[in-house]
Nanobody
Framework: QVQLTESGGGSVQAGGSLRLSCART????????MGWFRQAPGKEREGVAG???????TYADSVKGRFAISRDNAKNTLYLQIDSLKPEDTAIYYC?????????????????WGQGTQVTVSS
């Protein structure tokens, strides 16, 4: 059974940083994408960062230069470093995993999701 558990969210002031983590258990496929998505109140879910099984990363234009996705395969953990936080980054952040490379920011392709972690940025 696949389980994804996010942590690291919180309330910060604009300009601050956070590091989100996503611990993964139970996933056995060797070719996959893992991604970070977010959903703000009243808005659709959007993909912000993805990484595939060969380490290729992709980012939404809105977060390039401020967000960095990485993973520790030994710990089965995905990370999202968020710097220079803005109030518009306020959202619930989810990690997800899907089989196969490609389309790492397309949320509808993903099969397994975590429960989310709240990020709140005050001005």
């Amino acid at each position: 059974q696949v389980q994804l558990t996010e942590s690291g969210g919180g309330s910060v002031q604009a300009g601050g940083s956070l590091r989100l983590s996503c611990a993964r258990t139970g996933y056995r496929f060797t070719v996959y994408c893992m991604g970070w998505f977010r959903q703000a109140p009243g808005k659709e879910r959007e993909g912000v960062a993805g990484i595939d099984s060969v380490g290729m990363t992709t980012y939404a234009d809105s977060v390039k230069g401020r967000f960095a996705i990485s993973r520790d395969n030994a710990k089965n953990t995905l990370y999202l470093q968020i710097d220079s936080l803005k109030p518009e980054d306020t959202a619930i952040y989810y990690c997800a995993i899907k089989r196969g490379n490609g389309g790492c920011l397309r949320d509808r392709l993903y099969t397994y999701w975590g429960q989310g972690t709240q990020v709140t940025v005050s001005s």
